[in-house]
C-alpha cells in the first residue's frame, strides 16, 4: 500500500521529464490568481504584522513555479505597501522527498530575475524549506501572517479508507480512481477522505495562521457535481488502461494494478465550500472557478477547471 508521506513527490531535477520543465498549466493557475493574492495581502490585520512578515506555500514542489510565488509576493507586498512589512520571510513546504536542493541550487539565479522584475530596490526576503505533510504541524502557533497553496490540495493523505477491504481485497479492481465502472461506494469512500483531509488541512492552519492571518488556496478540482462525471476521471481511466494494457502484454503484475488507487481526489467548488463551513475556523472572502485548456501551451480557451479561493481566519482564530 502506498505511503504518500514517503513515496509521494513529483519528478525532480530540471531534465525533459521533471516537474519544472512541465509545469506551465500550474504556473498558469498561479498566475491568474495573481489578484487574488495581492487582495489576501492588502486585507491582513496589519496590527498583527511587525517589521517581518511570514508567508508559507504549501506543496511549492520544486522548479520555476516557487519563484514565481515568491516574486509575486514580493511585488504584491510591494505595491500595496503592505502594513509595516519591511522584510519577508518564505516558508517553502513540501514532502520530503521534494527535490529541495534545485530549489535552493536555483535561488541566486531567481534573485536576480526578482531584481529584474522588482527593481534593485527589492524589499529583503529570506527563503527556507519546510519539510513535512501539510496534513500534520508544520510551523509554530500564530507564526504565519499569509499561507498560500496552489495546485496541491487535490493531493490525499492517503488512498480513501475503505478501499482496501480487509484480506487485501480492493473494491475498486481494475481502475486506479473514480470511474463508471466503480462500484458507487468508491465516490463517497473518495469524499469522506477528501473531507477528513481538508479538515485537518484547515484546523492545524488555523493554529498557525496569526488572528487576521490570510490563506489563498488553489485546487485542480471538477465542475459536474457528479465525481464519477469530472474530467479528471477520464484522464486517470486513459491512465489505468494503459497500465491494464501492460498487464496483459505481461510487463506489470496484475496485482500491482489491483491493489493501487490514486491518493487524489478532485473536489467541486461545493465541496469545498461545504468543509471550510462547517469546520469553522476560517471563512470565505472570495471564491472563484478558474478553467484551463488542457493542452499546457494553448491559452486560447482559457478562462474559468479549478477552484480557487481566499480565507479570513476567523477572529479570533480557532
Ligand atoms: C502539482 S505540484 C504543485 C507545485 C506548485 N505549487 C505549483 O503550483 O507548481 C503538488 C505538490 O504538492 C505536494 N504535496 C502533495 N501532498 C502534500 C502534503 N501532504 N504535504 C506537503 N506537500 C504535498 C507534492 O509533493 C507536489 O510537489
Known amino acids: 500500500m502506498m505511503k504518500v508521506e514517503e513515496d509521494l513527490h513529483m519528478v525532480g531535477g530540471a531534465g525533459d521529464t521533471s516537474y519544472a520543465s512541465n509545469s506551465r498549466l500550474q504556473e498558469k493557475a498561479i498566475r491568474k490568481t495573481k489578484d487574488i493574492v495581492e487582495k489576501a495581502l492588502k486585507n491582513i490585520n496589519g496590527e498583527v504584522v511587525s517589521k517581518s512578515l511570514v508567508v508559507a506555500d504549501l506543496g511549492c514542489s520544486s522548479g520555476p513555479n516557487a519563484f514565481l510565488v515568491i516574486s509575486q509576493?514580493?511585488?504584491?507586498?510591494?505595491?500595496?505597501?503592505?502594513?509595516?512589512a519591511k522584510e519577508i520571510l518564505f516558508l517553502l513546504n513540501d514532502l520530503p522527498g521534494n527535490d529541495f536542493n534545485t530549489i535552493f541550487r536555483s535561488l541566486s539565479l531567481y534573485e536576480k530575475k526578482v531584481k529584474e522584475e522588482n527593481g534593485n530596490q527589492v524589499l529583503p526576503y529570506f527563503v527556507a524549506g519546510v519539510p513535512g505533510s501539510f496534513y500534520g504541524r508544520l510551523f509554530p502557533s500564530n507564526s504565519l501572517h499569509f499561507a498560500h497553496s496552489s495546485y496541491s490540495l487535490m493531493w490525499l493523505s492517503q488512498v480513501p479508507v475503505g478501499i482496501d477491504q480487509s484480506g487485501g481485497v480492493n473494491i475498486n479492481k481494475g481502475n486506479i480512481y473514480i470511474s463508471k465502472t466503480s462500484p458507487p461506494i468508491i465516490s463517497s469512500l473518495y469524499l469522506e477522505q477528501f473531507k477528513r483531509d481538508f479538515s485537518s488541512f484547515l484546523k492545524l492552519r488555523s493554529q498557525e495562521l496569526v488572528n487576521g492571518g490570510q490563506m489563498v488556496l488553489s485546487f485542480l478540482g471538477r465542475k459536474s457535481s457528479d465525481p464519477s462525471k469530472a474530467e479528471l476521471c477520464h484522464l486517470w481511466g486513459l491512465v489505468a488502461d494503459a497500465l491494464n494494457s501492460m498487464v496483459q502484454e505481461g510487463v506489470l503484475e496484475e496485482e500491482k494494478v489491483n491493489t493501487f488507487n490514486m491518493p487524489f481526489y478532485a473536489a467541486s467548488k461545493e465541496e469545498v465550500q461545504q468543509v471550510i463551513q462547517s469546520e469553522?475556523?476560517?471563512?470565505?472572502?472570495?471564491?472563484?472557478?478558474?478553467?484551463?485548456?488542457?493542452?499546457?501551451?494553448?491559452?486560447?480557451?482559457d478562462d474559468q477547471a479549478f477552484d480557487n479561493v481566499r480565507v479570513d481566519t476567523m477572529w479570533p482564530s480557532v
Open 73 to 84: 509576493i514580493i511585488s504584491a507586498v510591494m505595491e500595496a505597501g503592505c502594513q509595516k
Open 280 to 301: 469553522g475556523s476560517f471563512y470565505i472572502e472570495q471564491m472563484q472557478t478558474l478553467e484551463s485548456n488542457w493542452d499546457p501551451f494553448d491559452d486560447s480557451d
